[in-house]
């Protein structure tokens, strides 16, 4: 089965531009949450979509959106980048087994805002 | 509001050496909790999760276990190697998002 995808990998943009971030859950998996890594704050919630609607939603500004497609896909977008931007942006789908809700990352977007 | 602290930042241990990880957290209130493993530049990959009920999980050589009451958890490595050197990550599981604490980074010298 395959795994969480994020596309792109890499991205280099300048304060002021906004950009979009894509996530494609595991097979099968309707919960899809994103998370921001800096080496200062570490992991931070964003947001969580489980079909189409917005679960949870962490403490960020109101530039930071996203939402969930039909298919489970996800996407966030941020606008009027800012230089504190820059993170490792990671993806995350979970599904609830028996033994609870195990969270399955992608391998993240790493963002540089110039 | 649910904190997570990771005690050491950084660990530095021969290869073979038996290690402790430590995870404590303020909020008794939880559902889970997960360990987590993060190579440089790469996403996390789960370890090992232990629901609010249970003491401990156990797979291969490593053995989280689970203290609700002092708000704690130990990620015990057995027999370590140079290819378990990556940064360690607990997340704490409630009625809220995961909340992470911010790593110890293991270095397993060969």
């Known amino acids: 089965k395959a795994g969480v995808t994020q596309t792109p990998r890499y991205l280099i943009k300048t304060r002021g531009q906004q950009v979009t971030l894509s996530c494609s859950p595991i097979s099968g998996h309707r919960s899809v949450s994103w998370y921001q890594q800096t080496p200062g704050q570490g992991l931070q919630f964003l947001f969580e979509y489980f079909s189409e609607t917005q679960r949870n939603k962490g403490n960020f500004p109101g530039r930071f959106s996203g939402r969930q497609f039909s298919n489970s896909r996800s996407e966030m977008n941020v606008s009027t980048l800012e230089l504190g931007d820059s993170a490792l942006y990671l993806c995350?789908?979970?599904?609830?087994?028996?033994?609870?809700?195990?969270?399955?990352f992608g391998p993240g977007t790493r963002l540089l805002v110039l | 509001k649910q904190e997570v602290t990771q005690i050491p930042a950084a660990l530095s241990v021969p290869e073979g050496e038996n290690l402790v990880l430590n995870c404590s957290f303020t909020d008794s209130a939880i559902y889970n909790l997960q360990w987590f493993r993060q190579d440089p530049g790469k996403g996390l990959t789960s370890l090992l999760l232990?629901?609010?009920?249970?003491r401990e999980q156990t797979s291969g050589r490593l053995n989280a276990s689970l203290d609700k009451s002092s708000g704690r958890s130990t990620l015990y490595i057995a027999a370590s190697q140079p290819g378990d050197s990556a940064t360690y990550l607990c997340?704490?599981?409630?009625?809220?998002?995961?909340?992470f604490g911010k790593g110890t980074r293991l270095s397993v010298i060969a």
């Open positions: 232990i629901q609010s009920s249970q």
């Open positions: 997340a704490v599981g409630g009625n809220t998002p995961l909340v």
């Open positions: 995350a789908s979970s599904v609830q087994t028996s033994g609870g809700e195990t969270q399955y």
